[in-house]
């Protein structure tokens, strides 16, 4: 588990006993929207009102602290910044997946950037379709 306090300190947020819940609530989940993190964190801190979980989350994204995963028709999901990985987001159901990157990815990000004279600063790729799970749900 993550120092939630060095990590919100690193990025010059305060360390709140609320932020540091919102921050474990998602890195054991992985990938959560607001909803749910508002779901999981308002049983430990009953008087928390979801417009300041809201407020919270969008200072960490802004922060660094966390990253915004998109979901169109769905509402955004959120997860702890990590190293650098593709979103494989179910356009069905909303699930996010991480995978890795590959050299052959980094390679094509690398010649591109590199021949628009672009310097990259951090990248986030998403790639949506239909999960195994709901194709399979389709299927039958």
Known sequence: MRDYAALLK????????????MLESIEKSGHMSID????EVV?????????????????MVDNGVLIEVPI?????????????????????CGEVEDRPHMKETDSVLHTLTHSEH???????I??????RKCQMEVAS
Request: glycine letters at 4%; proline letters at 1%; a positive charge.
């Open 10 to 21: 690193e990025c010059g947020l305060k360390a709140t006993f609320q932020r540091m819940n």
């Open 36 to 39: 749910a993190i508002y779901d």
């Open 43 to 59: 049983k430990i801190h009953p008087s928390l009102s979801l417009a300041t979980v809201y407020k919270n989350i969008i200072l």
């Open 72 to 92: 169109e028709g769905k509402k955004s999901k959120y997860e702890l910044s990590k190293e650098d990985h593709i979103h494989l987001v179910c356009t069905e």
């Open 118 to 124: 672009f310097k990259l600063e951090k990248q986030q």
């Open 126 to 131: 998403n790639l949506y379709g239909v999960c």
